[in-house]
């Protein structure tokens, strides 16, 4: 009986890992200033190391704190992000009080590899100008699925 239960345990502790959801967000700085910036909740999560997250990473923004940014990335380009199983969605937004700052874009990786984005200039059509531009948003229906963020590519 004791090794039944046992058993039991490990396969529902190994069920329990293997259902987990965890998501990365991964930083790339090649503009050889300023700090990468992930921020959920008005709480620092990163400052340019990886992140990972044990479930949803809902609602997250990320930007290249230059020293003219704002705590949530005002005056700044700014990538905004949910990671979640079933749906994920992220896009790049100049809406102000955001601002072109630096060339900054975002691919999704270990699912949904190849999607993303990147805002090279002032005027990017790729980017949010407008709330209602919500087709800008870049999708990943992959569980499990990361993202790399890029400045100055």
């Not at 992930?38 to 609602?59: E, H, K, P």
């Not at 002032?122 to 948003?137: I, L, R, S, V």
């Amino acid at each position: 009986m004791f090794s039944f239960l046992t058993s039991m345990a490990v396969i529902a502790a190994t069920l329990g890992h293997a259902l987990a959801e965890t998501h990365t967000v991964h930083f790339t700085n090649n503009c050889r200033f300023g700090t990468p910036t992930l921020i959920q909740g008005g709480r620092v999560l990163s400052t340019g190391g990886d992140y990972t997250q044990n479930g949803a990473l809902l609602g997250a923004i990320a930007y290249l704190q230059t020293g003219g940014c704002g705590f949530n990335g005002e005056g700044c380009t700014l990538v905004e992000l949910s990671l979640t199983n079933g749906f994920s969605s992220a896009d790049i937004s100049l809406i102000p009080p955001h601002a072109f700052s630096v060339t900054s874009g975002f691919g999704y990786y270990n699912g949904c590899d190849g999607a993303g984005t990147d805002c090279k200039e002032p005027n990017c059509p790729e980017a949010f100008e407008h709330p209602d531009e919500t087709y800008k948003q870049v999708g990943c229906s992959a569980p499990n699925c990361n993202i790399a963020i890029t400045f100055c590519d």
